[in-house]
Structure formats: structure tokens, C-alpha cells
T-cell receptor, first 115, second 111 residues
Framework: DAGVIQSPRHEVTEMGQEVTLRCKPI?????LFWYRQTMMRGLELLIY????????DSGMPEDRFSAKMPNASFSTLKIQPSEPRDSAVYFC?????????????FGAGTRLSVL | DQQVKQNSPSLSVQEGRISILNCDYT??????FLWYKKYPAEGPTFLIS?????DKNEDGRFTVFLNKSAKHLSLHIVPSQPGDSAVYFC??????????FGKGTLLTVNP
């Protein structure tokens, strides 16, 4: 298996633009997580899906952020409009189940720079 | 209020010596504990885990210790190798999916 695939690897955009990050989880995994990593705040869990349904989005910073999982093999994280403070590395991870004991497999991340 | 703390942002160790990474937590409801390792430009990868019914789990050079009374988790790497240089995160979970994690410790193993 190719693992969790994220695209793009790098994204540079201007403030106010819409940004869409994409994630393909490992086949057969039914839980998907979006994380953000910054120097200031470290790693943050943004949202968690189980069987394509958002279970907890309490980590989503504000309404400018939205995430969807239209099917078991694809998820998007959208920022509209983007702001410089959104600059970070965004990781997607998947696991067999969403339980804490289950290993999460992370993608390589998308480095977002908002100018 | 940070429930999980990795108090050492960085640690430098000589090759062949022991590396000890620490993680302290406040919530006694955590019952599953995992360590992840992260290299630059890559996502975190799972390293080793332990459940609350154990106090030690060993996998090759890596051993995780859990002291529930002190709410303290540690990862020992013996012997340390330059390839172990990475950021190490502790992930803690309860009976549901909810995970809490530390800010990470940067380990540098010098040849």
C-alpha cells in the first residue's frame, strides 16, 4: 500500500485566496484525521471522521476552515479565505478505527504558506 | 490547560548512550499511550505503545515505561544511533477516540 497520500506537498498562496488540501487514506481504514503543526502551537487535531462522518470538529479554528469526506478514499480540507496565520504544515492521518489505541498512519503533510 | 507535557523541547545524546524522553500528563483517564517519531519533511510514524494495564513494553532498542501513580511516561532508546535523531511525540488516549499529545522533543544523537 502507498500509505496516506496528501496533495499538494507545498502550497503558496496569497491572503484571501481559497486553499484546498487533499488526502487519500489507506485503503480499508475507516477513520481519518486532519492535523495542523506550527512552531507556536505544535501539533493540533483539527477534525476527525469515522466512516466518512465528521465526529469531532472542535479543533477547527474558525468558520474559514471546512473539511469534507465524500467517500472512504478521499477527504479535503478547505480554507476560505486564507490568512497568513494559517501558514503551517497540515497532516492527514488514517487508522483502522478511531479508537485511541489504534495506530494512525500519517501522510507526508502539506506545507502551506499564505503570503 | 495543557494535559500532556513534554518538558524538554530538545535532548542531545552521544551515539551508543541511552536516550530518555519524558512525557507527563494530568488526566488519570488516559489508558493508552503511544510514541511517534517524526523526521523533517515527513509525517509522524508510530514507534511503540503501552496500555494502562502494563508498566513496561519493549521492542528492540526501544522501551516505554508507564508510571500511572506519577502520571509519567518515558521512552528509553538504548543504544542510541544517529538515525534516531528526530522529533518524538507522546500520544495519549482514553476509552474513546480522543487523543491528546505533547509538543514533541527533538532528539539529536551525535556520532
Amino acid at each position: 500500500d502507498a500509505g496516506v497520500i496528501q496533495s499538494p506537498r507545498h502550497e503558496v498562496t496569497e491572503m484571501g485566496q481559497e486553499v484546498t488540501l487533499r488526502c487519500k487514506p489507506i485503503s480499508g481504514h475507516n477513520s481519518l484525521f486532519w492535523y495542523r503543526q506550527t512552531m507556536m502551537r505544535g501539533l493540533e487535531l483539527l477534525i476527525y471522521f469515522n466512516n466518512n462522518v465528521p465526529i469531532d470538529d472542535s479543533g477547527m479554528p474558525e468558520d474559514r476552515f471546512s473539511a469534507k469526506m465524500p467517500n472512504a478514499s478521499f477527504s479535503t480540507l478547505k480554507i476560505q479565505p486564507s490568512e497568513p496565520r494559517d501558514s503551517a504544515v497540515y497532516f492527514c492521518a488514517s487508522s483502522l478505527q478511531g479508537l485511541a489505541k489504534n495506530i494512525q498512519y500519517f501522510g507526508a503533510g502539506t506545507r502551506l504558506s499564505v503570503l | 490547560d495543557q494535559q500532556v507535557k513534554q518538558n524538554s523541547p530538545s535532548l542531545s545524546v552521544q551515539e551508543g548512550r541511552i536516550s530518555i524522553l519524558n512525557c507527563d500528563y494530568t488526566n488519570s483517564m488516559f489508558d493508552y499511550f503511544l510514541w511517534y517519531k517524526k523526521y523533517p519533511a515527513e509525517g509522524p510514524t508510530f514507534l511503540i505503545s503501552i496500555s494502562s494495564i502494563k508498566d513496561k513494553n519493549e521492542d528492540g532498542r526501544f522501551t516505554v515505561f508507564l508510571n500511572k501513580s506519577a502520571k509519567h511516561l518515558s521512552l528509553h532508546i538504548v543504544p542510541s544511533q544517529p538515525g534516531d535523531s528526530a522529533v518524538y511525540f507522546c500520544f495519549l488516549g482514553g476509552s474513546n477516540y480522543k487523543l491528546t499529545f505533547g509538543k514533541g522533543t527533538l532528539l539529536t544523537v551525535n556520532p
